[in-house]
């Protein structure tokens, strides 16, 4: 079997923000560096520095510790959210994205739930064809928190803009 790799050939978008997919071998490297750091670098950039970026700092320190015992399953991603889905011309239910990456499937399912979510019924179903790890509940604030930056950083450069313009 071969080591499992972490990333994309190519960066894509996540919204209007460049995402950075870089192949890596280490979820927690592609994750501190891929998305937490760039994130937390793309905020100074827009004026969140302070405690954002102290605390930002000791939380990538310590990502070994959410992951202890759990080797995220290899998927490939996107940013799930309810809006993205629909029913095809047959009625089958389609997820479409440009952020797509390969990695931890417990990433779509903590986007999914950030922003409104599915019925209840997918997530029992999907629980019960392939339950969680009992880590998730904490690991799906870590994985929002990159979604949640990227909608700050979003926000203040677009305020910045407004300013300038």
């Known amino acids: 079997m071969s080591q499992p790799r ?20 280490d979820w927690i490297r592609f994750w501190r560096e891929q ?8 905020a100074a950039e827009n004026g969140y520095g302070g405690a954002l970026q102290r605390d ?27 809006g993205q889905s629909r029913l095809s011309g047959d009625g089958l ?3 479409f ?16 739930e950030l922003f409104g979510g599915f ?11 392939w339950p969680l790890d009992p880590g998730f509940a904490v690991r799906k604030t870590l994985y ?7 909608h700050a950083t979003c926000l203040a450069a677009a305020t910045r803009r407004r300013h300038i313009a």
């Open 93 to 95: 239910p389609v997820i």
């Open 97 to 112: 994205d440009p952020a797509l990456y390969i990695g931890d499937r417990e990433c779509d399912l903590a986007m999914s």
């Open 35 to 42: 998305r937490l750091g760039y994130q937390l670098k793309l």
């Open 144 to 150: 929002n928190l990159y979604h949640i930056l990227n």
């Open 6 to 25: 972490f990333g994309w050939a190519h960066d894509n978008w996540i919204g209007s923000t460049p995402q950075r997919n870089g192949w890596e071998n």
């Open 119 to 129: 019925a209840p019924a997918f997530y029992a179903a999907y629980r019960e064809a």
């Open 56 to 82: 930002g700092e000791a939380l990538m320190a310590r990502l070994e510790g959410f992951f202890c015992g759990y080797r995220p399953p290899l998927r490939c991603c996107t940013a799930t959210c309810g």
